[in-house]
């Protein structure tokens, strides 16, 4: 693997080949190393101030595990009362503007990777790189939420963009997980001739539609270049390498022909609604974060669902590089009153019984020594992952100051903007923003 596809993703990877060994693990309950009470010491104590800890996040469909983290917190620690506000992913990083801005929140839930860590936000968050609970937790992982030598925030578990498919429908109609682009466009054509909806995508929301590009664009631009960026992205700086270029125009058109194929009126269904219909076998696949499992589950226990990585190219070499990336992190705001309470509520996060419920429960993919995968359908994710090079997505590449106007992704979804306009359009608004570079 070429170290400049992404800072940290040799590390990263390592993240990854863990996964396959955790299928077969064991794992070890109760606390990590030590927590920061006992009962024994809170007894001898007085009475200790009452606390409300803030804590926002924007994964809604964890609910249930959390309520149930919650209480179990809530009885260690007496004192400390959470008040926990997650919205959907699109309207998180206003709510996470607002609350900061005011000083109203304690724990802080991380959307983007490395959204966090500009260098206009990094200075706001609590150094962990200290705390005892970090260990066990893969390097990689850790180096992705870190700035200027030091750990900023807890990453919560390993995900990618998979192609989720409906094994009985994939099974009636005799197609096979594809290993290429020429077999997964001739098994698309294939469910098309049989009248089945190749894809069930939630557009209304924009980004997760538009999510499908990271994972086209790793095998297909950095998996034929992997310098098509540049350190610190000096060849899009410099213009030798444009979105214009022969290798983005090939994801362009690739975007554009899966978008052709989505479920009618793609463009008004809500993300939260796509996984469960899915699961209730209203298409034969869907491209989507390997963090929908559970949902999918939920929705359909009986639903046999596989899973495979988007072989973007013909080939197969080139198709192990794809976006791979930590599933979210909690970082804790430097001028939080509450900084010794939200450092436990990071530590009871990693204790391992609880971390191991937390990956049992919402199917995600551990990043932890320790911690087993039991689920079939999350540890045959994981074995896959494990065997690939995996990338950032090209968005976390970007310099301050750039624009990369992820609406022209949007507008191609919908045929609003032809996929041959589409490179020339975002250098265009790249282009725009260009006294801004940094």
């Keep these: ?132 609970f970090l260990q066990g937790f893969n390097k990689g992982m850790l180096d992705i939420h870190s700035a200027d030598g030091k750990v900023l925030g807890l990453p919560w578990n390993a995900a990618g963009l998979v192609v989720f498919y409906n094994k009985k429908i994939f099974a009636d109609n005799g197609l096979k997980e594809p290993t290429t682009w020429s077999e997964f466009k001739g098994e698309i054509e294939k469910l098309k001739g049989a009248k089945i909806t190749p894809f069930m995508e939630g557009g209304l929301d924009a980004w997760p539609v538009q999510q499908i590009v990271h994972g086209l664009e790793p095998a297909i631009v950095r998996g034929t270049n992997p310098d098509f960026y540049g350190k610190n992205n000096e060849n899009i700086k410099s213009e030798k390498s444009k979105f214009s270029d022969a290798s983005w125009q090939e994801v362009f058109d690739k975007f554009s022909y899966l978008a052709s194929n989505f479920q009618p009126n793609s463009a008004g269904q809500a993300y939260s609604q796509a996984p469960a219909l899915f699961a209730q076998g209203k298409s034969a696949m869907t491209i989507d974060g390997t963090w929908s499992l559970q949902q999918m589950q939920q929705a359909n226990p009986q639903l046999e669902i596989g899973s495979f990585f988007l072989p973007a190219t013909d080939n197969v070499e080139q198709n192990k590089v794809q976006y791979v990336k930590a599933g979210g992190a909690y970082f804790i705001p430097k001028n939080s009153p509450n900084q010794e309470a939200a450092l436990k509520y990071l530590e009871f996060f990693a204790r391992n019984d609880v971390y191991q419920k937390y990956i049992d429960d919402l199917k995600f993919l551990p990043i932890k020594d320790g911690i087993k995968v039991s689920d079939p359908a999350a540890s045959d994710i994981a074995a896959k992952m494990a065997k690939l090079k995996g990338a950032s997505s090209f968005t976390e590449l970007v310099s301050a100051g750039m624009k990369y106007d992820l609406n022209v992704l949007s507008k191609v979804s919908i045929g609003e903007l032809k996929a041959a306009d589409a490179g020339k359009e975002f250098q265009k608004i790249l282009l725009e923003t260009k006294p801004n570079w940094k």
């Excluded at 400049?4 to 693990?25: E, R, Y």
């Excluded at 409300?52 to 249930?64: G, P, Q, S, T, Y």
């Excluded at 919650?70 to 990083?93: C, L, M, Q, R, W």
Aim: glycine content about 4%; aromatic content about 8%.
């Design 1 to 132: 693997m070429n170290k400049k596809w992404i800072k940290g993703m040799p590390a990263l990877m390592l993240a990854t080949a863990m996964l396959l060994s955790a299928c077969g693990k064991d794992s070890t309950s109760g606390t990590s190393t030590a927590s920061p009470s006992t009962n024994a010491k809170e007894s001898a104590k007085p009475a200790q101030k009452q606390v409300e800890l803030r804590v926002i996040n924007w994964r809604v469909e964890d609910k249930a595990f959390f309520d149930d983290m919650h209480a179990k917190f809530e009885k260690e620690y007496p004192n400390i009362k959470i008040k926990y506000d997650t919205v959907p992913s699109k309207d998180y990083i206003q709510l996470r503007q607002a609350r900061m801005a005011v000083g109203e929140v304690d724990v802080v839930s991380e959307l983007y990777n490395r959204v966090l860590l500009t260098p206009e936000l990094r200075d706001q968050w609590v150094d962990l790189s200290n705390q005892k």
